[in-house]
């Protein structure tokens, strides 16, 4: 294990200090049971709605404790922040609340929704900067910032009081189970940089210990997983940007050794993309929760993780940070994880009757055609035709491509992941 010389655990008095400082302007999320995923789990679930904060999102503790513990001097300085979104509205909360003057850097990436919202939390405290392509990006630029104003950087989640600010979230939840007479078997922490995580597993260290915790991230953007691989943090080449509150090319130092000496207590893991999504609109349309996609993450957890049947388990709804015009693509994502949409590449000979062959040879009952569009002509024999189809029920794909191998026409499935499908399909 590599340690940092300088580094000082956080322990569960600390968080309750914070919890004292900041308990007069953030109020206790609820803790509300969750009946369906309970039946369909096996398990006894609780939603830590942490989406319903003035600022929808966790973050609000970590950036108004770590705000709040700035001598005078550095709040006259005023500070700097970079951030996917929920940090920096979290960071605009506290500067305006505090009358401090604050410069947010937020990735391109970053939904509308998020940043028009960090200003009306900041209103003229606030100068948002809007730069980058990646949160990472956007962190070195607010850090040079920083550097050359002399400003305090409030970190996301690689500094003590960030975390120390996050960990709350875990005092809130053992209280809020004490008082319905319950035990914390299991709480399931979305991860990004690794703050959330970093501050529950050190609160129920010394205040829980027989609580696991499930960490888990988005396939795309597995950083934490890396750093432990590699002992320490390294740097993805590449991440999938679409979870935006968890796509995090680098986890933090202290965050990755808070993780690192926790590693008995905690499962990693990663969720796809698509697999969020489906969460996503399964809490929209079962439970009425609007969350963003970190903010599915933990729900999504339950599908890969082995619990003890009828444990009590909390899943931390982080942020319901989500612009209404990503549905489009949170649907689209959704359908192809679940398997029932697929895109295909049809080469159709230019002679009459090819089409009504492919509807009524190919397709089966309850195949819908969702896309066509001629894309090019071979020659004048041929013309290729990018092909849409959504099924009734993921068992029908087999008997679709076997009737397209039986077919005269050439079919060409196009796979998820590959450079070819994102080229043409812009997923």
Known sequence: MSASSGFRPVHAADIQAAQAQISSVIAPTPLQYCPRLSQQHGLDVYLKREDLHDVRSYKIR??????????????????????????????????????????????????????????????????????????????????????????????????????????????EILTQLSGLGRSLDSVVVPVGGGGLAAGVASYVADMSPRTSLVAVEPAGAASMAAAIENGGPVTLPHIDPFVDGAAVKRAGQFTYEIIERNLGRIHLLASDEGEVCTEMLGLYQNEGIIA?????????????????????????????NNDVLRYAEVMERSLVHRGLKHYFLVSFPQEPGQLRMFLTDVLGPDDDIVLFEYLKKNNRETGV??????????????????????SPLECRRLMPGTEEYSFIIGG
């Open 62 to 171: 970590g950036a108004y404790f770590a705000i709040a513990s700035l001598s005078d001097a550095e709040r006259a300085a005023g500070v700097v922040a970079a951030s996917a979104g929920n940090h920096a509205q979290g960071v605009a909360y506290a500067c305006r609340t505090m009358g401090i003057q604050g410069k947010i850097f937020v990735p391109k990436p970053t939904p509308k929704q998020k940043r028009d919202r960090i200003l009306v939390h900041g209103g003229a405290n606030i100068e948002l900067v809007v730069t980058g392509n990646t949160f990472d990006e956007a962190a070195e630029a607010a850090r040079a910032d920083a550097t050359e104003r002399g400003a305090s950087i409030i970190e996301p989640f690689d500094a003590r009081a960030t975390v120390t600010g996050q960990g709350t979230v875990a005092a």
């Open 385 to 406: 035709a990018l092909v849409g189809l959504e099924l009734s029920r993921a068992r029908d794909l087999d008997p679709l491509l076997d009737r397209m191998e039986s």
């Open 292 to 320: 963003e996609p970190a903010g599915a993450l933990s729900v999504a957890a339950l599908n890969n993780v082995n619990l003890e049947p009828g444990s009590t388990v909390v899943c931390i709804i982080s942020g319901g």
